[in-house]
């Protein structure tokens, strides 16, 4: 069964708003990672951030993790058309390199 | 990073018929592993692809109707066996340097649609 679970499962915005992207998780994790899909095509590594990091930005992505929540935002800024697409949270268990995926959001930008 | 292809892109199949998926590395890699993404869904892990012995498979998913081969370092199939229309889904391999707390890649995926 999937670990991971995302909320919101669709999210629609105007390009220039930020969206956040929220994961919760069950388990003890090495890391948390976000990925991007675009249309069923192939998943693009956007970030990780290891189990002793709150915070981590990357460009127009912030991702924070709170390890006692076992919960992880993903925050992207002043939005583009172009960022439409499903982003994953995936969790590398403490047991071993294999990651379990959330369910997916499916990010709407409008222009 | 790690460039992967995968072969064929896409395809059509009529069931009780098998394919096989190519999955190709540019570098030596580790781990290599096999994930299923069914229509609209999210990503399952089939298999850990093991080079020079036996994929260690995930629950659910079996050898006879996953077989998964690994050559070498660089090179893995995986056959999606007597068909199914449940099997027509989103075929990825990702790759990653075994080692804790690393990124895992991912090719383009096979998109498979079985009739």
């Known amino acids: 069964s999937q670990q991971g679970e995302e909320d919101p499962q669709a999210l629609s915005i105007q390009e220039g708003e930020n969206a956040t992207m929220n994961c919760s998780y069950k388990?003890?994790?090495?890391?948390l990672q976000w990925y991007r899909q675009n249309s069923g095509r192939g998943l693009v590594h956007l970030i990780l951030?290891?189990?002793?990091?709150r915070e981590k930005h990357s460009g127009r992505l912030r991702v924070t993790l709170d390890t006692s929540k076992k919960s992880s935002s993903l925050l992207i800024t002043a939005s583009r058309a172009a960022d439409t697409a499903s982003y994953f949270c995936a969790t590398e268990e403490t047991s071993g390199s294999r990651l379990t995926f959330g369910e997916g959001t499916q990010l709407t930008v409008n222009p | 990073s790690a460039v992967i292809s995968q072969k064929p892109s896409r395809d059509i199949c009529q069931r009780g018929t098998s394919l096989t998926i190519q999955c190709q590395v540019d570098s030596q890699v580790t781990m290599m592993f096999w994930y299923r993404q069914q229509p609209g869904q999210s990503l399952t892990l089939i298999a850990t692809a093991n080079q020079g012995s036996e994929a260690t498979y995930e629950s659910g998913f079996v050898i006879d109707k996953f077989p998964i081969s690994r050559p070498n370092l660089t090179f893995s199939t995986l056959t999606v066996s007597n068909m199914s229309p449940e099997d027509s889904s989103i075929y990825l391999c990702?790759?990653?340097?075994?080692?804790?707390?690393?990124?895992?890649?991912f090719g383009p995926g096979t998109r498979l649609l079985v009739l």
């Open positions: 990702s790759v990653g340097t075994g080692g804790l707390q690393e990124t895992q890649y």
């Open positions: 388990t003890s994790i090495n890391n």
């Open positions: 951030i290891r189990s002793n990091e």
